[in-house]
């Protein structure tokens, strides 16, 4: 087993859910609000406080990365015991002004929000990525704002090929 690029899975875990796709996810986790969320990166299910829910958009695109990432450097899913990431949500609601991130929203006539309500997420992640012979882990945490609102439910970011 390549041990390096295991603890690089537990690692990437953590940090591709907070990273730029995790917006797709936005809209998801204002209704589930805060408390603790659960995905199972090698299936995609997801728990919110222990109870099972949809699949989050941020799920799929970690179950699909690692599923990719295992094939790409010939590791086979089934010699892993689970894959799974935790992450501390706490989430309210500040002014713009309050803000302490720095970055840039627009609504849907490209024109920067700079006023009214954010959403303040704050997340702690750890990831578990474990085998027979041994457990893998990582821990981030990261603070999102965003507009209420934002981004409009039917907008889907994606990266173009």
């Not at 009214?116 to 999102?144: K, M, P, W």
Request: charged letters at 25%; glycine letters at 6%; one cysteine or more.
């Amino acid at each position: 087993m390549r041990r390096k690029r295991l603890q690089h899975s537990a690692d990437m875990l953590c940090h591709k859910f907070c990273g730029w796709e995790l917006m797709n996810s936005y809209n998801q986790l204002v209704k589930l609000g805060s408390g603790t969320l659960e995905i199972d990166a090698l299936s995609g299910h997801c728990r919110f406080q222990s109870e099972p829910i949809d699949q989050l958009t941020i799920a799929g695109a970690l179950h699909a990365w690692l599923l990719e990432d295992l094939t790409n450097h010939r590791i086979d899913c089934e010699s892993l015991k689970y894959a799974k990431l935790t992450a501390e949500l706490g989430l309210s609601t500040i002014e713009a002004k309050e803000r302490v991130t720095h970055d840039h929203h627009m609504d849907q006539a490209g024109r920067p929000i700079a006023r009214g309500e954010f959403h303040r997420l704050t997340i702690r992640c750890r990831s578990e990525v474990a085998t027979d012979e041994r457990v893998y882990r990582s821990e981030y945490s990261d603070t999102e704002e965003f507009p209420h609102g934002w981004p409009a439910p039917d907008i889907n970011f994606e990266l173009q090929h």
